[in-house]
């Protein structure tokens, strides 16, 4: 797959310093107090280590590998680096701002829930996205949302890197 790079480091830097806006005044509308975050790996991971960072969050940063809650895990195949869930926090009761990197049918974001709500039952999660594309398969929609991407059906944008993060756009196979 070939792949065009669609937004630098510092661009993305710029998107989720515009989240991190967007959360805050989010979190005061809603009177969202001490929220906990959690990113879904591997790329909401990155947006929510920067997210987490940048809005001073003491709490410690939760990850989400929501592989074998997939409702496709069939026709997705097996991730060869399923890694274990991190939340070391308690979930009853407490407001997430759970993070991923590109929302685009739903369905990780319903597998994702499900993973959370068998830790415990949240008083509320906040979605957000660093980008949201077109092509929802389910009725899941971001409250915080970095950019909005329309992209033909046999197109994908991805996070890449750690240090030195790129969205990149590429044909699917």
Do not use: C
């Not at 990113?39 to 809005?55: P, Q």
């Not at 809650?69 to 097996?78: A, V």
């Not at 499900?114 to 949240?122: A, K, L, M, S």
């Amino acid at each position: 797959m070939e792949l065009q790079s669609f937004l630098s480091h510092e661009g993305i830097l710029s998107v989720i310093d515009g989240m991190a806006q967007k959360t805050r005044a989010l979190a005061e509308q809603r009177n969202l107090e001490n929220f906990a975050i959690i990113g879904i790996r591997t790329g909401g991971v990155l947006v929510a280590e920067a997210l987490h960072e940048k809005l001073g969050i003491t709490e410690p940063l939760g990850t989400l590998d929501i592989a074998f809650y997939r409702d496709d895990f069939s026709q997705i195949g097996l991730n060869p680096e399923v890694k274990p869930s991190q939340i070391s926090f308690d979930i009853d009761g407490r407001h997430i701002l759970l993070v991923d990197d590109v929302i685009h049918t739903g369905r990780t974001i319903r597998a994702a829930l499900n993973e959370i709500f068998d830790y415990g039952r949240p008083a509320s999660v906040t979605l957000a996205a660093l980008v949201d594309r077109d092509g929802r398969e389910l009725p899941v929609q971001a409250d915080i949302i970095g950019l909005e991407v329309t992209l033909t059906s046999n197109e994908q944008i991805k996070l890449t890197g750690e240090d030195d993060m790129e969205l990149v756009i590429g044909s699917r196979q």
